[in-house]
């Protein structure tokens, strides 16, 4: 039977009755399959009270304190702007290359279903989507982005949901501020800011172009991946207008010859911060509300001091590596080589706090927060050295002590409890030094000194000083406190030294100030945490006593670098030279700087306290107060200055050869006249500046 006889009798069968049934038959099986079909996805698709209640993952945003953005956590960066902030080019030009019948269908475009559809049917395969912009914000909304025909069904019937619930200016705006851009931008206004540095509303027509074209494909159009492409794609966008008549042809044609420049928005260099009151947010608000809650954080940072430390931490390290490697006889055109820093990891840190509010000004806690996370300045608890004396000295000075105090510096042989075994401290000069007053023991860090001075006020009560000016970490008691033994974060140590310029009053360290969701209601508002734990006469007497080490001690270099107003501070290296400190501080700020090796080995002799962390500290403050110096430390009602002999701590004399004005609470000062000299000489106190272990 040849084909048109065939055919024929195929037509001839098709007008018979029993073929009518069987027809009906099937097409009832497949409209009654259809539409339950359709009840069951109708049913399986989100509820009207979702679609209301839907907020889009936000960014949480971090400000410095003032109020300049420094960074965002987010899983999706987006930022929400109203459809009227939006200008009506960009909006234009996306609903001509999105969807040109927007304002015209209830949802769906059937004859670009039609055209996916052939596409689809002779590719055996969905290749191609033929959504309008309220199908994009239903499937991106909540829908999969799976390529199958049972999700596009959902996808157009809860297309008509939306529809019948919203406004076409409102799918329009959700749309706009959800729409992934790429590079990690959601909406239109991170999309800006990420390409442009700059907002929405500050976009010109090619702008505009280019970033309507990123919705299609945006990685393949981004400017940072492949600026041929994102030209070509923004000037086919450009034609598309002209041919639409919504721009000129000078327009388009002007619009084609602007270069592209690019300019995003980074984060500021403040990594180790940020991590720190990340760590604090998502203890109290949990990773979901951080990262997709739109927080704003507004925080203690000063993006100035920030930038600054940041300067003086680069230059002291760079420094750290000559001394390093010349030691070790390596070339030191090798330093910024890879295999060097590999095998010298050299590490520090720096924090700057406020010492009457306690705010974290700037924080530093290693040199790459890229290729270590670890905090060295929260995180790390290393030995302070000699830098933890300071708190011995003030057990003793508020305890009746006074800094004109004679102790003698002599051998002292003790037990260590073993069985004889004898342990004999000593100074760094490797002798002592005869009767010694305690500020010149604190000044140039004698260690002998020092010991008895801890024999004399009690390790227990020490330690009890050191914990309520801010030492949280576990303290030994034991002898071993004059040499800086117990460790204690970096952190702790700047929170503790804070209590000497704010009068004897302790304050907590903040960094963050005020959290506000994203409506603006405010979540979180912390104040300085204040306590009273010395008198001011004797926090003073301190400063004073800590003055000397800058003016005519271990910190001398700071004198040497160029610094000329009021500070103090204290040194402190341990006995390895595994790290090196100084904690130092003015009327207004206390800063402090640390250097090491993670794996605690020796930084060798070239490394000392004096020489690494003291001009780290001297090069930031000279920054700091370039145009105006701080106020000097301010003095008690209930100080006296007597001026007394240095070499006996009592009262001045005419046969005395020196003299020095000496700073005492009333009450504790000198009453008997110095005896020991005959002659006459009005000399300042002789400076013994010295290096130091154990400082």
């Known amino acids: 039977m040849d084909y048109k006889a065939r055919l024929t009798k195929i037509l001839e069968y098709s007008k018979t009755k029993k073929f009518r049934q069987i027809f009906a038959v099937i097409m009832t099986i497949f409209l009654g399959w259809f539409f339950g079909l359709m009840i069951a ?24 304190q003032n109020g300049e953005l420094i960074a965002q956590l987010f899983v999706e960066q987006r930022t929400l702007v109203p459809l009227s902030k939006i200008p009506d080019k960009l909006k234009k030009t ?116 280019l970033l309507a074209g990123l919705p299609r494909a945006p990685n393949k159009y981004s400017p940072y991946n492949n600026i041929k492409k994102a030209e070509q794609r923004r000037n086919r ?59 704003s954080v507004y925080t203690s940072l000063d993006m100035k001091l920030q930038d600054l430390a940041q300067r003086a931490v680069a230059a002291t390290l760079a420094e750290a590596e000559k001394k390093i490697a010349l030691e070790n006889g390596i070339p030191v055109e090798s330093i910024n080589e890879a295999e060097f820093r590999k095998n010298i990891p050299i590490q520090a840190s720096f924090i700057v706090i406020d010492p009457k509010t306690g705010y974290i000004k700037a924080l530093i806690g290693g040199r790459d927060f890229s290729e270590s996370q670890f905090n060295r300045a929260t995180q790390s608890k290393r030995q302070p050295g000699s830098s933890f004396k300071p708190f011995i000295y003030t057990a003793a000075i508020d305890n009746g002590f006074t800094a004109a105090d004679i102790i003698v510096d002599a051998p002292m042989p003790l037990s260590d409890g073993n069985e004889g075994q004898v342990w004999k401290p000593e100074n760094y000069e490797k002798k002592f030094f005869g009767p ?13 000194v020092t010991l008895k001075l801890l024999m004399k006020v009690g390790a227990s009560s020490v330690a009890a000083y050191a914990n ?35 009068f004897g009053v302790k304050v ?67 006995d390895n030279q595994s790290d090196v400190w100084f904690i130092g501080y003015t009327s207004d700020l206390v800063a402090g700087g640390w250097v090491g090796f993670d794996d605690r080995r ?74 020991k000299h005959d002659g006459f000489e009005t000399t300042e106190i002789k400076k013994e500046v010295t290096s130091e272990v154990a400082r």
């Not at 110096?629 to 001026?643: D, Q």
């Open 602 to 675: 020796s930084l060798g002799k070239w490394i000392s306290s004096s020489n690494t962390p003291v001009p780290m500290w001297a090069a930031f403050m000279k920054e700091v107060y370039k145009e105006t110096p701080p106020e000097p430390f301010v003095k008690p009602p209930n100080i006296v200055t007597v001026r007394i002999d240095p070499d006996t701590g009592l009262l001045w004399t005419t046969k005395c050869k020196k003299w020095l004005d000496e700073v005492f609470i009333a009450g504790t000062e000198p009453t008997t006249k110095c005896n």
């Open 237 to 295: 966008i450009l034609d598309r207008l002209l041919k639409k008549k919504i721009i000129t042809k000078l327009e388009a044609d002007t619009a084609k010859y602007e270069p592209i420049v690019v300019h995003k928005i980074e984060q500021k260099n403040a990594p180790y911060f940020i991590e720190h009151v990340r760590q604090q947010l998502e203890e109290t608000y949990g990773a979901n509300v951080i990262y997709k809650g739109g927080l």
């Open 41 to 64: 996805f109708y049913y399986d698709l989100p509820p009207l009270s979702e679609l209301e209640n839907y907020r889009p993952s936000l960014a949480s945003k971090i400000y410095d």
């Open 94 to 209: 996306i609903l001509v290359i999105e969807d040109d019948g927007f304002y015209s269908h209830l949802g769906i475009s059937p004859l670009s279903i039609l055209r996916a559809f052939l596409v689809n049917l002779t590719h055996g395969r969905v290749e191609q989507g033929g959504s309008t912009i309220t199908q994009q914000l239903a499937k991106n909304l909540f829908l999969t982005q799976d390529r199958t025909f049972s999700r596009k069904i959902r996808e157009v019937m809860l297309s008509f949901k939306i529809e019948y619930r919203y406004t076409k200016d409102e799918i329009l705006e959700m749309y706009l501020n959800q729409v992934n851009m790429g590079s990690g931008a959601y909406g239109v206004e991170i999309a800006a800011r990420t390409y442009f540095g700059k907002h929405v509303e500050e976009l010109s027509l090619p702008e505009c172009a």
């Open 436 to 448: 010694t007053t305690l500020r010149k023991a604190l000044t140039l860090s004698r260690n002998v």
């Open 468 to 502: 309520k000016m801010g030492i949280k970490s576990k303290i030994h008691k034991n002898l071993s406190l004059a040499f800086g033994t117990s460790e204690v974060t970096l952190m702790e140590l700047v929170s503790a030294y804070s209590t000497f310029p704010n």
């Open 508 to 574: 907590d360290p903040i960094s963050i100030l005020t959290v506000k969701d994203s409506m603006g209601k405010v979540l979180e508002e912390n104040q300085p945490h204040v306590q009273d734990v010395l008198r001011p006469e004797s926090a003073y007497v301190l400063t004073s006593m800590m003055e000397s080490v800058v003016n005519e001690g271990t910190a001398t270099r700071i004198r040497a670098d160029g610094v000329t107003f009021s500070c103090a501070g204290k040194t402190g290296t341990t």
